[in-house]
C-alpha cells in the first residue's frame, strides 16, 4: 500500500516525560516512522552523533543536559533537523531555539496531527533540498497567463509586472509548482521563509494576502489562492470547491 | 556670553538647597566672627576695671587715712602706715597735694617717680603694665587735703578669671552655636532621609499602602522631589502589585471554569466520542486562556523594543478578514475598509495582526443580526488614525477604560462566549509596545475603537 515503506524515516525522540514520551513514541510509530525513544539528554547527543536519523524531535527541559545545550553540541558536526518541544511557549524561547539551530520548535501540548504534519514538512523540504531543482520550463510553457521570471522574482501577465517581493515570489512559485496539491503552512514556512511556524506568526498569512492583491491589480483571474482551513494553501482554479 | 548662560542654567533652582545652606553656613559665619569680636573685646574692657568690693575696700583705706590725717598728723600717719603695712604687703602711702608725703618718711625717688605716672625709659611701651598698678584715692571728706597712694593688693587686681572667660567666650559658646547649627542642619537635611528610610522599611515589611507625610513631599527643594519620586515609586509598585495578585486571582477562577465543566463531563455517564469531543473543546479553551494569559504577561513584561516594518493596512485588513468571516460566519461584504492602499504604517506585523484581530472580534461579538464593521482612519501628520467601529450597543462612558483591564467582562458578554476579556488587553499591550496609542469611544451607534499608529 505505502511504497514508501522499504525506507521508513527514522526519528530520535528526546523526552524525559514517560506518559508524553510513550504516547508520542507510540503515534509516531502508527504514522509510519521509525522512533527510537531516548530519555536523557546525554545519552540522546550520542545516539544523535553516532546514528543516522532523519528527523530530532527534543525536549528542552531534560535531564542531563538540556536541549538547547545537546543543540550546540550537535549543531558543531550535524546539520540533521532539530524539532525543539518545550512548554516554554514565550516568544523569546522561540526565538533562542531558532537561533541555535533548530528547524522548528512545537509549543507544548501540541496535537500529534500538528506534530505530524511539522515531520512531514521538514522531511519534505529536505528531501526537496536534496534532490536537484527540476525546470520549470514546462510549467512555464504551460503558463500562458502568468509567466515565472527566476532573475527578476517576478510574475508578468497581460504585458503588466505583479511587483512581487522576492519571498511573494518564492512563495507563488511554490504553490505553482505543486499544482492543485494543498501545502501545509507548516511545509510553507520550512521551504519559503526557512523558519518554523508559530501560531501567531503571520508573515505566511501577509505574503498571501499581497500575492492575492498584486495578481489582482494585473487582472490574473485564472486560478487564486485559496485558504484551506487547518490545512494550508493551494493555488486552484476560481470555480473548484468555490 | 553662551558660558555665561550655560553656568547660568547651571545653577541650582530657586527652591534648592543650596540657597538654603548657602545662606545659613554664611550667616553663622559672620555671626560667629561678630560674637568673638565684640564678646571679647566687651571683656577686656571689663576685666580692666577693679570690682565694686575692691573699690569699697580701697576707699575705706582713703577714709581710714584722712581720719588718722586729722586726728594725729604725720604720727597719726606714721601709725596708720603701720597697722596697714601688717594688713597689705604692697606698697602703701598718704600724700598731701604737693606729691609731699604726709608721714613723716619722706618718699624715696623711686617712690616720687612712681607717683608722677611717668613710665621709665627702659619700661616696656606696651598696654599691659610691668607690675603691679598704682593707685591715686583722694580724701573722700577733702579731697583737697591729700591722698591714699597704694599699690594695687594682688588679691584686687581685675581680670583674674580672664583665662576663664576667655574660654568661655572663644571656646564653649561657638561650641554651643556650633552644635545648635548641627541640630538644624540634621533637621533640614536628615530627617527627611529618616523618613524615607522608614517608608522602605515599611516596604520591606509589605507595607505598600504606606506614603510620606505631606511635610515631606510638599518641600519645594531637592528633598521635596526625591519624597515626590519615592511616593510615585511607591504608587507604581503597590499597582503592578496588586495587578499581578488581580491576574493571577483572575486566572485562576478562569481556570476554574474550565476544570468544573471537565469534572462533570468526567462524572456524567457519556458515551465516548461524546466526552472525548467535549474535552477537546474544554482543553482548547483552557490552552486559549494560557496563552493569551503568557502573551499579556510576556507584552507587559518584554522591555525590548520589537522589530518594525511596513505594513499595508489593506493587506493586513484582507487577511484578517478572511480569517474573520470564516470564524464567524460573517459574509464579506460586512466587513468593510474605507483606507486605499496608500495607507502604510510601520509596526510589527505579529503583534498588529493579533491586535486588529482581537478589536475585530470583539466588534463582531457584540454586533447584533445583519450588523456591519468597519475599518476607517486619515492621516494625521506623521501618523494614521485608524478606527473600527461596529453597530452594537457601545459601552457606558465610565466603563470606556475598564473594557482594557484584563479578564474585564461587561455584564452583557455571556461567559463561555469564546472570551476571557483578555483580548483588548492584549490589543493595547501590543499597541503600545510598537509606539502606538489605543482607546475606545461611544460613537454614534456602537462603539469606536480608535488606533494611533506611526505612518510609514
Not at chain 1, 525536549?59 to 538540556?66: A, K, Q, T, V
Not at chain 2, 612712681?114 to 593707685?135: I, M, N
Not at chain 2, 597704694?150 to 568661655?168: A, D, H, K, N, S
Given at each position: 500500500?505505502?511504497?514508501?515503506?522499504?525506507?521508513?524515516?527514522?526519528?530520535?525522540?528526546?523526552?524525559?516525560?514517560?506518559?508524553?514520551?510513550?504516547?508520542?513514541?507510540?503515534?509516531?510509530?502508527?504514522?509510519?516512522?521509525?522512533?527510537?525513544?531516548?530519555?536523557?539528554?546525554?545519552?540522546?547527543?550520542?545516539?544523535?552523533?553516532?546514528?543516522?536519523?532523519?528527523?530530532?524531535?527534543?525536549?528542552?527541559?531534560?535531564?542531563?543536559?538540556?536541549?538547547?545545550?545537546?543543540?550546540?553540541?550537535?549543531?558543531?558536526?550535524?546539520?540533521?533537523?532539530?524539532?525543539?518541544?518545550?512548554?516554554?511557549?514565550?516568544?523569546?524561547?522561540?526565538?533562542?531555539?531558532?537561533?541555535?539551530?533548530?528547524?522548528?520548535?512545537?509549543?507544548?501540548?501540541?496535537?500529534?496531527?500538528?506534530?505530524?504534519?511539522?515531520?512531514?514538512?521538514?522531511?519534505?523540504?529536505?528531501?526537496?533540498?536534496?534532490?536537484?531543482?527540476?525546470?520549470?520550463?514546462?510549467?512555464?510553457?504551460?503558463?500562458?497567463?502568468?509567466?515565472?521570471?527566476?532573475?527578476?522574482c517576478?510574475?508578468?501577465?497581460?504585458?503588466?509586472?505583479?511587483?512581487l517581493t522576492r519571498s511573494e515570489y518564492r512563495l507563488l512559485e511554490t504553490?505553482?509548482?505543486?499544482?492543485?496539491?494543498?501545502?501545509?503552512?507548516?511545509?510553507l514556512?520550512?521551504?519559503v521563509l526557512q523558519?518554523?511556524?508559530?501560531?501567531?506568526?503571520?508573515s505566511l498569512?501577509m505574503h498571501?494576502?499581497q500575492i492575492?492583491?498584486?495578481?489582482?491589480?494585473?487582472?490574473?483571474?485564472?486560478?487564486?489562492?485559496?485558504?484551506?482551513?487547518?490545512?494550508?494553501?493551494?493555488?486552484?482554479?476560481?470555480?473548484?470547491?468555490? | 556670553?553662551?558660558?555665561?548662560?550655560?553656568?547660568?542654567?547651571?545653577?541650582?533652582?530657586?527652591?534648592?538647597?543650596?540657597?538654603?545652606?548657602?545662606?545659613?553656613?554664611?550667616?553663622?559665619?559672620?555671626?560667629?566672627?561678630?560674637?568673638?569680636?565684640?564678646?571679647?573685646?566687651?571683656?577686656?574692657?571689663?576685666?580692666?576695671?577693679?570690682?565694686?568690693?575692691?573699690?569699697?575696700?580701697?576707699?575705706?583705706?582713703?577714709?581710714?587715712?584722712?581720719?588718722?590725717?586729722?586726728?594725729?598728723?604725720?604720727?597719726?600717719?606714721?601709725?596708720?602706715?603701720?597697722?596697714?603695712?601688717?594688713?597689705?604687703?604692697?606698697?602703701?602711702?598718704?600724700?598731701?597735694?604737693?606729691?609731699?608725703?604726709?608721714?613723716?618718711?619722706?618718699?624715696?625717688?623711686?617712690?616720687?617717680?612712681?607717683?608722677?605716672?611717668?613710665?621709665?625709659?627702659?619700661?616696656?611701651?606696651?598696654?599691659?603694665?610691668?607690675?603691679?598698678?598704682?593707685?591715686?584715692?583722694?580724701?573722700?571728706?577733702?579731697?583737697?587735703?591729700?591722698?591714699?597712694?597704694?599699690?594695687?593688693?594682688?588679691?584686687?587686681?581685675?581680670?583674674?578669671?580672664?583665662?576663664?572667660?576667655?574660654?568661655?567666650?572663644?571656646?564653649?559658646?561657638?561650641?554651643?552655636?556650633?552644635?545648635?547649627?548641627?541640630?538644624?542642619?540634621?533637621?533640614?537635611?536628615?530627617?527627611?532621609?529618616?523618613?524615607?528610610?522608614?517608608?522602605?522599611?515599611?516596604?520591606?515589611?509589605?507595607?505598600?499602602?504606606?506614603?510620606?507625610?505631606?511635610?515631606?513631599?510638599?518641600?519645594?527643594?531637592?528633598?521635596?522631589?526625591?519624597?515626590?519620586?519615592?511616593?510615585?515609586?511607591?504608587?507604581?509598585?503597590?499597582?503592578?502589585?496588586?495587578?499581578?495578585?488581580?491576574?493571577?486571582?483572575?486566572?485562576?477562577?478562569?481556570?476554574?471554569?474550565?476544570?468544573?465543566?471537565?469534572?462533570?463531563?468526567?462524572?456524567?455517564?457519556?458515551?465516548?466520542?461524546?466526552?472525548?469531543?467535549?474535552?477537546?473543546?474544554?482543553?482548547?479553551?483552557?490552552?486559549?486562556?494560557?496563552?493569551?494569559?503568557?502573551?499579556?504577561?510576556?507584552?507587559?513584561?518584554?522591555?525590548?523594543?520589537?522589530?518594525?516594518?511596513?505594513?499595508?493596512?489593506?493587506?493586513?485588513?484582507?487577511?484578517?478578514?478572511?480569517?474573520?468571516?470564516?470564524?464567524?460566519?460573517?459574509?464579506?461584504?460586512?466587513?468593510?475598509?474605507?483606507?486605499?492602499?496608500?495607507?502604510?504604517?510601520?509596526?510589527?506585523?505579529?503583534?498588529?495582526?493579533?491586535?486588529?484581530?482581537?478589536?475585530?472580534?470583539?466588534?463582531?461579538?457584540?454586533?447584533?443580526?445583519?450588523?456591519?464593521?468597519?475599518?476607517?482612519?486619515?492621516?494625521?501628520?506623521?501618523?494614521?488614525?485608524?478606527?473600527?467601529?461596529?453597530?452594537?450597543?457601545?459601552?457606558?462612558?465610565?466603563?470606556?477604560?475598564?473594557?482594557?483591564?484584563?479578564?474585564?467582562?461587561?455584564?452583557?458578554?455571556?461567559?463561555?462566549?469564546?472570551?476571557?476579556?483578555?483580548?483588548?488587553?492584549?490589543?493595547?499591550?501590543?499597541?503600545?509596545?510598537?509606539?502606538?496609542?489605543?482607546?475606545?469611544?461611544?460613537?454614534?451607534?456602537?462603539?469606536?475603537?480608535?488606533?494611533?499608529?506611526?505612518?510609514?
Amino acid at each position: 500500500m505505502n511504497p514508501a515503506a522499504i525506507n521508513l524515516p527514522s526519528i530520535l525522540t528526546i523526552e524525559d516525560d514517560p506518559v508524553l514520551g510513550a504516547y508520542v513514541h507510540e503515534q509516531l510509530g502508527r504514522c509510519g516512522f521509525q522512533v527510537t525513544w531516548c530519555q536523557n539528554g546525554q545519552a540522546g547527543l550520542k545516539m544523535a552523533r553516532e546514528q543516522a536519523f532523519d528527523v530530532v524531535l527534543m525536549d528542552i527541559l531534560l535531564p542531563g543536559m538540556d536541549g538547547l545545550s545537546i543543540l550546540t553540541h550537535l549543531r558543531q558536526s550535524h546539520s540533521i533537523p532539530v524539532i525543539l518541544m518545550s512548554a516554554l511557549g514565550a516568544e523569546a524561547d522561540r526565538i533562542s531555539g531558532f537561533r541555535l539551530g533548530a528547524d522548528d520548535y512545537l509549543p507544548k501540548p501540541f496535537s500529534m496531527i500538528e506534530l505530524r504534519v511539522r515531520i512531514e514538512a521538514i522531511l519534505r523540504r529536505v528531501a526537496l533540498d536534496r534532490r536537484p531543482l527540476p525546470a520549470l520550463a514546462a510549467v512555464r510553457n504551460d503558463a500562458r497567463c502568468l509567466r515565472f521570471d527566476d532573475e527578476l522574482c517576478d510574475v508578468f501577465h497581460q504585458e503588466q509586472w505583479a511587483g512581487l517581493t522576492r519571498s511573494e515570489y518564492r512563495l507563488l512559485e511554490t504553490l505553482y509548482r505543486n499544482g492543485e496539491e494543498v501545502l501545509s503552512k507548516a511545509f510553507l514556512y520550512q521551504h519559503v521563509l526557512q523558519r518554523g511556524y508559530a501560531p501567531h506568526d503571520r508573515s505566511l498569512d501577509m505574503h498571501v494576502s499581497q500575492i492575492r492583491r498584486k495578481l489582482k491589480t494585473i487582472g490574473y483571474t485564472e486560478r487564486e489562492v485559496r485558504t484551506v482551513w487547518g490545512k494550508g494553501y493551494v493555488l486552484s482554479g476560481l470555480d473548484e470547491g468555490a | 556670553m553662551k558660558g555665561l548662560e550655560y553656568s547660568l542654567k547651571r545653577l541650582p533652582g530657586k527652591h534648592s538647597l543650596f540657597w538654603k545652606l548657602a545662606c545659613l553656613l554664611i550667616a553663622f559665619c559672620l555671626l560667629m566672627i561678630w560674637l568673638s569680636w565684640s564678646w571679647g573685646r566687651y571683656m577686656e574692657q571689663q576685666g580692666a576695671f577693679l570690682s565694686d568690693d575692691a573699690r569699697a575696700t580701697l576707699s575705706g583705706y582713703a577714709a581710714g587715712a584722712e581720719l588718722a590725717w586729722n586726728t594725729g598728723g604725720s604720727a597719726g600717719v606714721d601709725a596708720w602706715l603701720q597697722t596697714m603695712g601688717k594688713r597689705e604687703s604692697t606698697w602703701l602711702g598718704v600724700i598731701g597735694n604737693h606729691l609731699q608725703s604726709l608721714s613723716s618718711y619722706p618718699l624715696t625717688d623711686k617712690e616720687s617717680q612712681r607717683l608722677t605716672f611717668l613710665r621709665g625709659l627702659d619700661w616696656p611701651v606696651s598696654r599691659h603694665a610691668k607690675g603691679l598698678p598704682w593707685l591715686k584715692i583722694p580724701f573722700p571728706v577733702d579731697p583737697g587735703a591729700g591722698a591714699l597712694v597704694i599699690e594695687l593688693p594682688q588679691r584686687f587686681m581685675p581680670g583674674r578669671y580672664q583665662l576663664f572667660w576667655r574660654v568661655v567666650t572663644n571656646g564653649v559658646i561657638p561650641g554651643l552655636f556650633t552644635l545648635l547649627l548641627c541640630v538644624g542642619l540634621y533637621r533640614l537635611l536628615i530627617m527627611p532621609l529618616n523618613h524615607l528610610r522608614e517608608q522602605a522599611n515599611a516596604w520591606r515589611a509589605d507595607q505598600l499602602a504606606t506614603r510620606l507625610s505631606h511635610d515631606a513631599t510638599s518641600r519645594q527643594d531637592e528633598l521635596g522631589e526625591l519624597g515626590r519620586a519615592f511616593d510615585h515609586m511607591s504608587e507604581r509598585l503597590q499597582s503592578t502589585v496588586s495587578v499581578q495578585q488581580q491576574l493571577l486571582r483572575d486566572l485562576s477562577h478562569e481556570l476554574r471554569t474550565p476544570l468544573s465543566r471537565l469534572r462533570v463531563a468526567c462524572d456524567s455517564e457519556q458515551d465516548l466520542p461524546q466526552l472525548r469531543e467535549r474535552l477537546g473543546r474544554e482543553i482548547d479553551g483552557m490552552q486559549r486562556l494560557v496563552e493569551d494569559t503568557l502573551q499579556l504577561a510576556w507584552l507587559d513584561t518584554e522591555r525590548a523594543p520589537l522589530p518594525q516594518e511596513e505594513i499595508q493596512v489593506q493587506a493586513l485588513w484582507d487577511m484578517l478578514r478572511e480569517n474573520a468571516c470564516y470564524e464567524s460566519g460573517w459574509p464579506v461584504s460586512r466587513l468593510q475598509c474605507g483606507l486605499e492602499a496608500d495607507c502604510w504604517v510601520r509596526g510589527h506585523l505579529n503583534s498588529l495582526a493579533q491586535a486588529l484581530e482581537n478589536i475585530l472580534r470583539n466588534a463582531i461579538r457584540h454586533s447584533p443580526a445583519a450588523g456591519v464593521v468597519r475599518l476607517d482612519g486619515r492621516r494625521e501628520g506623521d501618523e494614521w488614525h485608524l478606527w473600527l467601529q461596529d453597530q452594537g450597543g457601545g459601552v457606558d462612558e465610565e466603563e470606556l477604560e475598564r473594557i482594557f483591564a484584563p479578564f474585564t467582562r461587561l455584564d452583557g458578554s455571556r461567559p463561555g462566549d469564546g472570551g476571557f476579556g483578555l483580548g483588548l488587553s492584549i490589543a493595547r499591550n501590543a499597541v503600545q509596545r510598537q509606539g502606538g496609542h489605543l482607546w475606545a469611544q461611544n460613537a454614534g451607534q456602537g462603539l469606536r475603537v480608535h488606533m494611533r499608529l506611526s505612518a510609514r
